[in-house]
Protein backbone atom coordinates (compact mmCIF):
# COMPACT_ATOMS: atom_id res chain seq x y z
CA UNK A 1 0.00 0.00 0.00
CA UNK A 2 1.55 3.40 -0.97
CA UNK A 3 0.33 6.03 0.90
CA UNK A 4 -0.79 9.14 -1.51
CA UNK A 5 -0.35 13.08 -0.71
CA UNK A 6 -4.01 13.35 -0.02
CA UNK A 7 -4.33 11.16 2.37
CA UNK A 8 -0.79 11.22 3.85
CA UNK A 9 -1.01 10.76 7.48
CA UNK A 10 0.22 12.42 10.37
CA UNK A 11 3.32 11.84 12.12
CA UNK A 12 1.67 10.06 14.98
CA UNK A 13 -0.49 7.83 12.46
CA UNK A 14 2.27 7.15 10.23
CA UNK A 15 4.60 5.80 12.96
CA UNK A 16 1.52 3.89 14.67
CA UNK A 17 1.69 2.25 11.07
CA UNK A 18 5.65 1.95 11.20
CA UNK A 19 5.27 -0.18 15.03
CA UNK A 20 2.22 -2.21 13.56
CA UNK A 21 4.62 -3.38 9.97
CA UNK A 22 6.87 -4.24 12.41
CA UNK A 23 4.60 -6.57 14.30
CA UNK A 24 3.81 -8.54 11.57
CA UNK A 25 6.59 -8.77 9.45
CA UNK A 26 9.41 -8.81 12.25
CA UNK A 27 11.77 -6.53 10.09
CA UNK A 28 11.11 -3.67 7.77
CA UNK A 29 13.72 -2.06 5.59
CA UNK A 30 14.03 2.09 5.60
CA UNK A 31 13.90 2.08 1.79
CA UNK A 32 10.64 -0.21 1.65
CA UNK A 33 8.88 1.99 4.31
CA UNK A 34 10.29 5.05 2.73
CA UNK A 35 8.52 3.87 -0.30
CA UNK A 36 5.17 1.79 1.42
CA UNK A 37 4.55 5.69 3.17
CA UNK A 38 5.25 7.91 0.25
CA UNK A 39 7.58 9.73 2.26
CA UNK A 40 12.30 10.44 1.98
CA UNK A 41 13.87 7.98 3.70
CA UNK A 42 15.50 10.73 6.17
CA UNK A 43 11.69 10.98 7.50
CA UNK A 44 11.38 7.33 7.96
CA UNK A 45 15.06 7.09 9.45
CA UNK A 46 13.69 10.18 12.09
CA UNK A 47 10.63 8.22 13.04
CA UNK A 48 12.62 5.46 13.40
CA UNK A 49 15.47 6.95 16.25
CA UNK A 50 12.03 8.76 18.02
CA UNK A 51 10.66 5.23 18.33
CA UNK A 52 14.10 3.98 19.34
CA UNK A 53 14.30 6.49 22.10
CA UNK A 54 10.54 5.74 22.76
CA UNK A 55 11.80 2.04 23.35
CA UNK A 56 9.67 0.83 21.10
CA UNK A 57 11.48 -0.46 18.37
CA UNK A 58 15.52 -1.16 17.62
CA UNK A 59 17.81 0.25 14.98
CA UNK A 60 19.80 -2.75 12.71
CA UNK A 61 21.53 -2.23 10.12
CA UNK A 62 18.98 -1.08 7.00
CA UNK A 63 15.51 -1.19 9.11
CA UNK A 64 14.19 -2.03 12.38
CA UNK A 65 13.08 -4.50 14.45
CA UNK A 66 10.25 -4.61 17.53
CA UNK A 67 12.65 -3.37 20.98
CA UNK A 68 13.03 -6.43 22.37
CA UNK A 69 12.51 -8.80 18.70
CA UNK A 70 15.78 -10.02 17.00
CA UNK A 71 16.60 -8.98 13.68
CA UNK A 72 16.50 -12.39 11.23
CA UNK A 73 20.34 -12.41 11.01
CA UNK A 74 20.62 -12.55 14.72
CA UNK A 75 17.94 -15.46 14.60
CA UNK A 76 20.16 -17.49 12.27
CA UNK A 77 17.76 -16.73 9.59
CA UNK A 78 19.15 -16.99 5.62
CA UNK A 79 17.86 -13.06 5.38
CA UNK A 80 19.24 -10.20 6.91
CA UNK A 81 17.13 -6.44 6.46
CA UNK A 82 20.34 -5.44 4.40
CA UNK A 83 23.85 -6.50 3.47
CA UNK A 84 25.07 -6.98 6.77
CA UNK A 85 28.88 -5.39 6.31
CA UNK A 86 28.82 -2.03 7.73
CA UNK A 87 28.36 0.88 4.91
CA UNK A 88 29.84 4.65 6.31
CA UNK A 89 29.10 7.70 3.97
CA UNK A 90 32.34 10.14 4.22
CA UNK A 91 32.23 13.44 2.85
CA UNK A 92 35.47 15.72 3.36
CA UNK A 93 35.97 19.47 1.77
CA UNK A 94 38.90 18.26 -0.23
CA UNK A 95 40.49 14.93 -1.97
CA UNK A 96 43.92 16.41 -2.77
CA UNK A 97 45.58 18.47 0.28
CA UNK A 98 45.29 16.96 4.08
CA UNK A 99 42.18 14.94 3.26
CA UNK A 100 43.92 11.84 2.01
CA UNK A 101 45.62 10.98 4.96
CA UNK A 102 42.51 11.05 6.96
CA UNK A 103 40.90 9.19 4.59
CA UNK A 104 43.50 6.41 3.94
CA UNK A 105 43.25 6.00 8.71
CA UNK A 106 39.28 5.74 7.94
CA UNK A 107 40.25 2.70 5.05
CA UNK A 108 42.00 1.43 7.66
CA UNK A 109 40.27 1.33 10.11
CA UNK A 110 36.75 -0.22 7.87
CA UNK A 111 38.74 -2.49 6.10
CA UNK A 112 39.99 -3.79 9.98
CA UNK A 113 36.34 -4.22 11.01
CA UNK A 114 35.29 -5.64 7.17
CA UNK A 115 32.83 -2.14 6.72
CA UNK A 116 32.63 -0.27 3.46
CA UNK A 117 33.00 3.41 3.13
CA UNK A 118 31.38 5.46 0.35
CA UNK A 119 33.56 8.59 -0.31
CA UNK A 120 32.19 11.96 -1.57
CA UNK A 121 34.32 14.86 -2.05
CA UNK A 122 32.83 18.28 -1.82
CA UNK A 123 34.42 22.14 -1.85
CA UNK A 124 34.62 23.87 1.14
CA UNK A 125 30.99 25.30 0.67
CA UNK A 126 28.09 24.01 2.64
CA UNK A 127 25.84 23.65 -0.15
CA UNK A 128 27.89 21.66 -2.15
CA UNK A 129 28.32 19.36 1.31
CA UNK A 130 24.65 19.38 1.71
CA UNK A 131 23.82 17.93 -1.80
CA UNK A 132 26.40 15.19 -1.30
CA UNK A 133 25.10 14.60 2.11
CA UNK A 134 21.26 14.02 1.38
CA UNK A 135 22.05 11.91 -1.72
CA UNK A 136 23.81 9.33 0.56
CA UNK A 137 20.93 9.43 3.14
CA UNK A 138 18.23 9.31 0.85
CA UNK A 139 19.44 6.39 -0.93
CA UNK A 140 18.72 4.18 2.29
CA UNK A 141 22.62 2.51 1.70
CA UNK A 142 24.33 4.14 4.84
CA UNK A 143 24.33 3.44 8.32
CA UNK A 144 26.11 6.24 9.52
CA UNK A 145 28.19 9.74 8.60
CA UNK A 146 31.43 10.75 8.76
CA UNK A 147 31.52 14.71 7.54
CA UNK A 148 33.96 17.91 7.95
CA UNK A 149 31.28 19.75 6.99
CA UNK A 150 31.18 23.88 6.62
CA UNK A 151 29.93 24.66 10.41
CA UNK A 152 29.70 28.86 10.57
CA UNK A 153 27.57 31.27 8.40
CA UNK A 154 24.01 30.80 7.91
CA UNK A 155 24.54 27.45 5.27
CA UNK A 156 26.93 25.91 7.42
CA UNK A 157 24.59 26.27 10.53
CA UNK A 158 21.58 24.88 8.72
CA UNK A 159 23.64 22.05 7.37
CA UNK A 160 24.74 21.56 11.23
CA UNK A 161 20.84 21.15 11.88
CA UNK A 162 20.33 18.59 8.95
CA UNK A 163 23.04 16.51 9.96
CA UNK A 164 21.05 16.08 13.63
CA UNK A 165 17.81 15.44 12.34
CA UNK A 166 19.34 13.42 9.27
CA UNK A 167 18.07 10.17 11.36
CA UNK A 168 21.80 8.37 11.01
CA UNK A 169 24.32 8.78 13.47
CA UNK A 170 26.87 11.09 12.60
CA UNK A 171 30.31 12.26 13.58
CA UNK A 172 32.39 15.26 12.79
CA UNK A 173 36.05 15.11 11.69
CA UNK A 174 37.69 18.38 12.20
CA UNK A 175 35.32 20.13 13.30
CA UNK A 176 33.39 20.69 16.10
CA UNK A 177 29.18 21.90 16.52
CA UNK A 178 26.66 22.20 18.83
CA UNK A 179 22.74 21.42 18.77
CA UNK A 180 19.73 22.16 20.77
CA UNK A 181 18.40 24.65 22.97
CA UNK A 182 21.08 24.09 25.59
CA UNK A 183 23.96 23.86 22.54
CA UNK A 184 25.17 20.14 22.99
CA UNK A 185 28.09 19.33 21.66
CA UNK A 186 27.83 16.99 18.51
CA UNK A 187 30.55 14.02 18.31
CA UNK A 188 33.77 14.85 16.65
CA UNK A 189 37.03 14.10 16.59
CA UNK A 190 39.47 16.43 16.37
CA UNK A 191 43.88 17.92 16.24
CA UNK A 192 44.19 19.47 19.05
CA UNK A 193 45.37 22.65 16.92
CA UNK A 194 45.48 25.11 19.11
CA UNK A 195 48.03 23.09 21.36
CA UNK A 196 50.04 22.30 17.82
CA UNK A 197 50.21 26.44 17.37
CA UNK A 198 51.66 26.62 21.38
CA UNK A 199 53.75 23.75 20.50
CA UNK A 200 55.78 25.68 17.87
CA UNK A 201 55.92 29.22 20.02
CA UNK A 202 57.55 27.23 22.86
CA UNK A 203 59.83 25.81 20.01
CA UNK A 204 60.79 29.04 18.65
CA UNK A 205 60.81 30.80 22.43
CA UNK A 206 63.27 28.02 23.24
CA UNK A 207 65.83 28.96 20.61
CA UNK A 208 65.62 32.73 22.01
CA UNK A 209 63.26 34.31 19.81
CA UNK A 210 61.38 37.06 21.34
CA UNK A 211 59.09 38.37 18.31
CA UNK A 212 57.30 35.70 16.92
CA UNK A 213 54.39 36.07 14.02
CA UNK A 214 51.61 34.33 12.85
CA UNK A 215 49.83 34.40 9.23
CA UNK A 216 46.98 32.52 8.92
CA UNK A 217 44.54 32.25 5.83
CA UNK A 218 41.13 33.41 6.57
CA UNK A 219 39.11 30.96 4.16
CA UNK A 220 40.68 27.58 6.39
CA UNK A 221 38.60 26.18 9.36
CA UNK A 222 41.68 25.27 11.38
CA UNK A 223 42.91 28.98 11.19
CA UNK A 224 41.07 30.08 14.36
CA UNK A 225 42.70 27.38 16.70
CA UNK A 226 45.66 28.02 15.33
CA UNK A 227 45.79 31.43 16.05
CA UNK A 228 44.18 30.95 19.71
CA UNK A 229 47.39 28.55 20.27
CA UNK A 230 49.53 31.09 19.49
CA UNK A 231 48.07 34.44 21.22
CA UNK A 232 47.84 31.60 24.19
CA UNK A 233 51.26 30.80 24.59
CA UNK A 234 52.79 34.17 23.51
CA UNK A 235 50.58 35.76 26.47
CA UNK A 236 52.62 32.90 28.71
CA UNK A 237 55.93 33.18 27.86
CA UNK A 238 55.60 37.09 27.85
CA UNK A 239 56.83 37.44 24.03
CA UNK A 240 56.55 40.89 22.49
CA UNK A 241 53.86 41.97 19.75
CA UNK A 242 55.18 40.86 16.46
CA UNK A 243 53.03 40.91 12.90
CA UNK A 244 49.81 39.18 13.44
CA UNK A 245 47.62 38.02 9.93
CA UNK A 246 44.84 36.58 8.99
CA UNK A 247 44.47 37.08 5.46
CA UNK A 248 44.56 35.47 1.88
CA UNK A 249 45.64 32.45 0.86
CA UNK A 250 48.67 32.12 -1.58
CA UNK A 251 45.62 31.60 -4.34
CA UNK A 252 44.65 34.68 -4.12
CA UNK A 253 45.70 37.35 -6.44
CA UNK A 254 46.77 39.82 -3.46
CA UNK A 255 48.80 36.91 -2.12
CA UNK A 256 52.43 38.32 -3.85
CA UNK A 257 50.99 42.18 -1.78
CA UNK A 258 50.08 40.90 1.39
CA UNK A 259 53.13 39.35 1.63
CA UNK A 260 55.71 41.77 0.95
CA UNK A 261 53.79 43.85 3.88
CA UNK A 262 54.00 41.33 5.91
CA UNK A 263 57.89 40.99 5.20
CA UNK A 264 58.01 44.87 5.92
CA UNK A 265 56.15 44.59 8.85
CA UNK A 266 58.69 41.79 10.54
CA UNK A 267 61.46 44.41 9.27
CA UNK A 268 59.89 47.20 11.04
CA UNK A 269 59.07 45.34 13.90
CA UNK A 270 62.21 42.51 14.66
CA UNK A 271 60.26 39.82 13.97
CA UNK A 272 62.32 37.17 13.92
CA UNK A 273 59.97 33.77 13.59
CA UNK A 274 57.35 32.99 12.21
CA UNK A 275 54.23 30.25 12.62
CA UNK A 276 52.67 30.31 9.17
CA UNK A 277 49.18 28.00 8.48
CA UNK A 278 49.77 26.35 5.76
CA UNK A 279 52.63 24.67 3.90
CA UNK A 280 51.97 26.53 0.34
CA UNK A 281 51.89 30.02 2.06
CA UNK A 282 55.00 28.82 4.36
CA UNK A 283 56.79 27.87 1.39
CA UNK A 284 56.26 31.15 -0.48
CA UNK A 285 57.02 33.34 1.97
CA UNK A 286 60.26 31.38 2.49
CA UNK A 287 61.28 31.95 -1.23
CA UNK A 288 60.12 35.78 -0.88
CA UNK A 289 62.49 35.71 2.25
CA UNK A 290 65.16 34.23 -0.25
CA UNK A 291 64.70 36.71 -3.36
CA UNK A 292 65.19 39.56 -0.29
CA UNK A 293 67.97 38.40 0.71
CA UNK A 294 66.55 37.55 4.52
CA UNK A 295 68.61 34.58 5.34
CA UNK A 296 66.35 30.90 6.52
CA UNK A 297 66.91 30.41 9.34
CA UNK A 298 69.28 32.56 10.33
CA UNK A 299 67.57 35.67 9.92
CA UNK A 300 63.91 34.53 9.81
CA UNK A 301 62.94 31.06 11.48
CA UNK A 302 59.74 30.09 10.18
CA UNK A 303 57.23 26.71 11.38
CA UNK A 304 54.49 25.70 9.12
CA UNK A 305 51.37 24.22 10.18
CA UNK A 306 50.06 20.77 8.53
CA UNK A 307 53.39 18.85 6.92
CA UNK A 308 51.99 17.96 3.45
CA UNK A 309 54.99 19.42 1.59
CA UNK A 310 56.62 21.18 4.33
CA UNK A 311 60.01 18.68 4.10
CA UNK A 312 60.21 19.52 -0.05
CA UNK A 313 60.84 22.75 0.65
CA UNK A 314 64.36 24.64 0.33
CA UNK A 315 65.35 24.65 3.72
CA UNK A 316 63.24 22.35 5.20
CA UNK A 317 60.61 23.35 7.39
CA UNK A 318 60.05 22.82 10.65
CA UNK A 319 56.21 21.52 10.56
CA UNK A 320 53.60 20.80 13.23
CA UNK A 321 51.77 17.66 12.10
CA UNK A 322 48.25 17.89 12.84
CA UNK A 323 47.63 13.23 13.42
CA UNK A 324 45.93 12.98 10.18
CA UNK A 325 46.00 9.29 10.16
CA UNK A 326 45.05 8.60 13.59
CA UNK A 327 42.09 10.96 13.14
CA UNK A 328 40.50 9.15 10.82
CA UNK A 329 40.70 5.70 12.68
CA UNK A 330 39.50 7.18 15.66
CA UNK A 331 36.77 8.68 13.43
CA UNK A 332 35.87 5.35 12.24
CA UNK A 333 35.74 3.66 15.89
CA UNK A 334 33.73 6.40 17.47
CA UNK A 335 31.07 5.72 14.50
CA UNK A 336 31.35 2.28 14.77
CA UNK A 337 30.81 2.23 18.56
CA UNK A 338 27.34 4.72 18.16
CA UNK A 339 26.11 1.84 15.95
CA UNK A 340 26.74 -0.67 18.07
CA UNK A 341 24.72 1.23 21.00
CA UNK A 342 22.15 3.15 19.64
CA UNK A 343 21.16 4.11 23.16
CA UNK A 344 19.76 7.37 23.01
CA UNK A 345 21.04 7.80 26.67
CA UNK A 346 24.85 6.95 25.65
CA UNK A 347 26.54 10.56 25.96
CA UNK A 348 28.27 12.67 23.07
CA UNK A 349 31.85 11.36 22.58
CA UNK A 350 34.97 14.45 21.76
CA UNK A 351 37.87 12.74 20.86
CA UNK A 352 41.05 15.47 20.70
CA UNK A 353 44.21 13.74 19.36
CA UNK A 354 47.68 15.71 20.03
CA UNK A 355 49.71 16.98 17.02
CA UNK A 356 53.71 16.23 16.36
CA UNK A 357 56.46 19.20 15.72
CA UNK A 358 59.10 17.96 13.04
CA UNK A 359 61.86 20.06 13.63
CA UNK A 360 63.98 20.60 10.20
CA UNK A 361 66.21 22.98 8.88
CA UNK A 362 64.19 25.84 8.78
CA UNK A 363 64.41 26.73 12.47
CA UNK A 364 67.13 25.00 13.65
CA UNK A 365 69.88 27.39 14.90
Known amino acids: ?5 STAPLPEERRAHVVELLRRRGVVRVSD ?8 VITVRRDIALLSSQGLVR ?21 APTEQRLTIGMVVPSLH ?18 ARIVLRGASYHAADESRQLARLVESGGVDGLLVAPTTTGDDGEALVRWLQDAGVPVV ?4 AATVGPYQEAMESVMSDHALGASMAVRHLASLGHRRIGVITTRQSPTSPHVRRGWRRACEELGLDGAPDADTVDVRDPEWAGVLEDLLDACVSSGTTAL ?3 SDPEAIGLVQRCQERGVRVPEDMAVVTYDDELAELCDPPLTAVRPPKGAIGRAAFELLAARLADPDPERPAHRVVVEPRL ?4 SSRP
Open 33 to 40: LAAELDVS
Open 1 to 5: MTVSD
Open 275 to 277: LVH
Open 172 to 175: LIER
Open 59 to 79: RVRGGAVLHGEAAPAERGAAE
Open 358 to 361: IVRA
Open 97 to 114: YYWPDVIRGVREAADAAG
